[in-house]
């Protein structure tokens, strides 16, 4: 066997190296990762509430994490690729959507956020249930115009991620959602409509009792 072939060419110590590396990059993933989604979801919950000083506040200390994250995987593309991360950036690209529909009535693009396309689009495409959340508590105020505002902030998303066709081997569990969320949007415009016509009728009713009312005198 010659030189190139023998066994001290593997350089075994290099590659217990990158695999004990790796191993704690992963451990590193897993634990940062949970408080990546632990922020995340407190972010929606204080934009939900619409306490902006409390979302801001959450927002700073998720994007310093996710930041660590990042650094943290980003060396490894086995980790920076994998679903498991794709799905924390996820949720990452949700709390940052939602915040700036709510109160910068925008969406952020890509770069502004700075994740990879999958997680942008699988976390946009999550929005949708938040901002259903959102129209229903909006709903129970009687706010009904912005209520009706993030239906259609939804529906537009909806569409926009619907002209995306690709595989799940490029994009694992898109379809899917896709069509979950063609029936929560469908729902949705249901209840709309029928909140719509209600409040319609309940105007007319007002009219009528005043003219009726005029009538008396």
């Known amino acids: 066997m010659s030189s190139g072939g023998s066994l ?3 350089s075994v110590e290099v590659l217990r190296e990158r ?4 191993e704690v990059a992963r451990a590193n993933l897993i634990d ?4 990546v989604t632990h922020l995340s979801k407190r972010a929606i919950s204080s934009t939900l509430k619409k306490d902006r000083v409390s979302a801001d506040g959450i927002l700073s200390e998720l994007s310093r994490v996710f930041r660590s994250l990042l650094e943290n995987v980003s060396p490894y593309p086995e980790l920076y690729y994998s679903n498991h991360f794709y799905s924390v950036a996820a949720e990452y690209v ?3 959507q939602f915040y700036s529909i709510v109160f910068d009535e925008r969406l952020k693009d890509l770069e502004e956020i700075g994740v990879h396309p999958i997680p942008y689009i699988m ?3 999550d929005l949708i249930g938040e901002l259903k959340r959102g129209s229903l508590e909006l709903l129970r105020k009687e706010e009904y115009a912005e209520s009706f505002r993030y239906f259609e902030i939804a ?3 909806y569409e926009e991620l619907s002209d995306i066709d690709f595989a799940d081997t490029i994009i694992p569990g898109f379809r899917r959602k896709l069509d979950i969320y063609r029936k929560v949007i469908d729902d949705w415009r249901l209840l709309l409509i029928d909140i719509e016509s209600r409040i319609k009728l309940e105007k007319a009713c007002r009219e009528a009792e ?8």
Do not use: P, Q, T
């Not at 695999?19 to 790796?22: D, E, K, R, W, Y």
């Not at 940062?32 to 408080?35: A, F, S, T, V, Y």
């Open 8 to 10: 001290s060419g593997l």
């Open 19 to 22: 695999l004990a590396n790796l």
């Open 32 to 35: 940062i990762g949970k408080e």
């Open 94 to 96: 949700e709390a940052i």
């Open 123 to 125: 976390g946009s495409i």
């Open 155 to 157: 529906e537009e998303i």
């Open 210 to 217: 005043k003219r009726f009312g005029s009538y008396a005198l």
